[in-house]
């Protein structure tokens, strides 16, 4: 069955520091692949998409994610995180018709 | 505003009741989705309409529940007979045709608690 894992449950970082959140997906075929991201508070929204081209697609807020087909993953990342960027993250697949699967997100709490 | 809206936001309802939630998406957009999240997990696929007709259905929407878009505007989702595994908070989420139609936007959600 197609999956998304989402490495790392609750990461706790100091200001400055730098972001890589992990996620893998299983999927063989061609995907579309999203970032979410929830401030607390609010609703989802979206961080970052790739739908082709580029590898290395950037979001708002200073976030980027890299595409890295033959790992099958998506990777997160920001070089310097605000105590702004605490919130919860979620990776998601499109595989093919109009189910999204979104992973099981990932806590960041930035200490300021 | 004219985002997503949810109504109601909460609800607490009995094992056994009914409950419908509403979702009114952003107007210009004709693809409405319906996802379920519990605690510690992210949001579950349950449906998809584009316009008014139900496209995609997940195994996870049971005979208990039902969802119905019969304007191709705002959406319902039923559930009858409610059990205390219920209990969630329940999201929709639309989105306009074309390339960018599977980027999705989410309204606030309902949640819903069985007691």
């Known amino acids: 069955a197609q999956s998304v894992s989402q490495h790392n449950h609750h990461v706790i970082l100091s200001e400055a520091a730098s972001l890589e959140l992990g996620c893998n997906y299983s999927?063989?075929?061609?995907?579309?692949l999203f970032w979410y991201v929830q401030y607390p508070g609010q609703h989802l929204q979206l961080l970052l998409k790739?739908?082709?081209?580029?590898?290395l697609v950037k979001g708002i807020k200073g976030f980027e994610a890299e595409f890295i087909k033959s790992k099958f993953s998506f990777n997160l990342r920001k070089p310097s995180v605000q105590w702004s960027d605490t919130a919860e993250y979620f990776c998601?697949?499109?595989?093919?018709?109009?189910?999204?699967?979104f992973g099981a997100g990932t806590r960041l709490f930035v200490k300021a | 505003d004219t985002g997503v809206s949810q109504d109601p936001r909460h609800k607490i309802t009995k094992r056994g009741q009914n409950v419908t939630f509403r979702c009114d998406p952003i107007?210009?957009?004709?693809?409405l989705y319906w996802y379920r999240q519990t605690l510690g997990q992210g949001p579950e696929f349950l449906t998809y309409?584009?316009?008014?007709?139900?496209?995609?259905k997940s195994r996870l929407l049971s005979d208990r529940f039902s969802a119905e878009r019969p304007k191709g505007s705002f959406s319902t989702l039923e559930i009858q007979r409610t059990e205390q595994g219920d209990s969630a908070m329940y999201l929709c989420?639309?989105?306009?045709?074309?390339?960018?139609?599977?980027?999705?936007?989410f309204g606030p959600g309902t949640r819903l608690t069985v007691t």
């Open positions: 989420a639309s989105s306009s045709g074309g390339r960018e139609s599977h980027e999705q936007y």
């Open positions: 999927y063989g075929g061609t995907v579309n």
């Open positions: 790739y739908f082709s081209g580029d590898p």
């Open positions: 998601a697949v499109r595989t093919g018709g109009f189910k999204t699967i």
């Open positions: 107007s210009e957009h004709n693809r």
């Open positions: 309409f584009q316009n008014e007709a139900q496209l995609e």
